[in-house]
């Protein structure tokens, strides 16, 4: 770049514009302020993105099956047609991606947008193993100055996620000593489905594999329909990681919102016998958390497919909660769902006299709208409320209480080395093997 381009650029920073990948000046005065954004995945979840998007420049659309993007080009004509994400990305003059694929190819798709500069929203999860959250994170991290990212727990808006947090921040329960998140859904399967049939010539099925192990082509892996589609293949190992990516990733966010939390320095897990072809239905994981500046280190926990943490008072059925949180503080206890929640306070003192409710004027003010957040972000901020840091971390977390179920054994962890240290076995399950031809870095 030229001097003067140089100081131009400078300038135009400055005063609050952002230069966008494709070139563009951007900002809230700017000539231009529209991002242009690829789709990538356009049916089921990604109808929920079409009009947040609708007020930018969609100008690529992309999907493994055609009728998918026929859907899709119906509300943005315009755009440009891919079914290999990988040939999507390297469209020129792109800003944006907005990803709502199969679980095992996020961490692929997201790390190919940062080496092409794209800012990212990923629907959850991030990773489906602990290397892949890993190095999606710490690729961001580095690009965080000049990229805004957002992990599609949208739920995240709701204000109940901030009333939560104040809560417990400001001791409504007293000190806090554990936390619980839990959901009960049961999806049980006996294994991969045997192959059957061929796939309809508009469905690319090689490239819905993507970089998993190859399995034959069965019409259940897309029996349900819009929103549910998951729900045909993320229990299987090779493809996603059961409850944990899915309303794991939602439910534990209400919890993680609340604590600050970082990286564990122990996990352990235990459920249903081990499956080498289909993740656990009921599972329990306990990790450690580490003290921060506001509350001692904690015991969290993950419960789903049944099991459950032990409710505080008999008159409290938490069964009935079907996704929820609960927080264990000294003088009592804070039970949640997405919308609401509820104190019990416990002990000869638990008058609530000791709690200073914050001025209203102090509150934390609503979110909004979760995808504007993250479009917005892209064009002045940078910053998100789930980015790929805060999810990052969460998911990580969870993914290492899958680790420590395959092992059967409680794990020393080394966050910042993401080893580790008291099982050579554990590191195994890191990771996970690729087909030839796909690679994370890209």
């Known amino acids: 770049m030229q001097r003067r381009q140089f100081l131009k650029a400078s300038a135009a920073l400055g005063a609050g514009l952002t230069i966008l990948p494709s070139g563009v000046l951007s900002g809230a005065n700017a000539p231009s302020n529209k991002l242009n954004v690829a789709l990538i995945g356009t049916w089921g979840r990604a109808d929920a993105h079409f009009d947040a998007i609708s007020s930018e420049n969609v100008v690529a659309l992309c999907d493994v099956d055609e009728t998918h993007i026929a859907h899709a080009a119906k509300r943005f004509p315009k755009a440009q047609t891919y079914v290999d994400w990988r040939k999507c990305l390297d469209q020129k003059g792109l800003d944006a991606v907005l990803c709502c694929t199969t679980d095992h190819t996020h961490a692929f798709i997201a790390n190919w947008a940062l080496n092409r500069d794209l800012h990212c929203y990923m629907e959850k999860p991030l990773g489906n193993t602990v290397a892949e959250a890993r190095l999606v994170r710490a690729h961001y991290l580095r690009k965080k100055h000049k990229l805004a990212t957002q992990v599609g727990t949208q739920r995240h808006a709701l204000p109940n996620f901030n009333r939560v947090r104040e809560l417990i921040v400001d001791g409504a329960i007293g000190t806090l000593q554990n936390g619980y998140a839990w959901g009960n859904r049961q999806l049980r399967r006996d294994g991969y489905p045997p192959a059957q049939g061929e796939p309809p010539a508009h469905l690319h099925y090689d490239l819905w594999i993507g970089p998993s192990p190859w399995h034959p082509y069965n019409p259940e892996y897309f029996s349900r329909g819009p929103g549910m589609n998951c729900l045909s293949w993320n229990m299987f190992w090779d493809f996603g990681t059961g409850q944990i990516g899915d309303m794991g990733s939602h439910t534990m966010d209400l919890a993680w919102n609340a604590l600050d939390a970082d990286l564990p320095t122990t996990a352990e897990g235990k459920g249903d016998p081990y499956h080498p072809e289909v993740t656990p239905v009921e599972l329990t994981t306990q990790f450690d958390i580490p003290a921060n500046d506001w509350r001692p280190a904690i015991r969290l926990g993950w419960y789903q497919g049944g099991a459950m943490p032990r409710s505080p008072r008999d008159y409290v059925d938490l069964n009935k909660i079907g996704h929820g949180v609960m927080f264990k503080g000294e003088k009592g206890f804070l039970i949640a769902d997405f919308g609401s929640r509820l104190i019990i306070p416990f ?88 087909r030839p031809g796909w690679t994370l870095d890209g």
């Open 347 to 434: 002990g000869d003192h638990a008058d609530m006299g000791y709690y200073n409710r914050r001025d209203k004027d102090q509150m934390i003010p609503d979110l909004g709208h979760f995808q504007k957040e993250w479009t917005n972000a892209c064009k002045g901020s940078l910053e998100t409320s789930c980015d790929f840091d805060y999810s990052g971390r969460l998911i990580e977390t969870m993914l290492m209480g899958l680790v420590a179920y395959r092992t059967g054994k409680k794990l020393e962890y080394d966050a910042s080395a993401g080893r580790v240290t008291n099982d050579a076995q554990a590191n195994e399950y890191l990771s996970r093997q690729y």
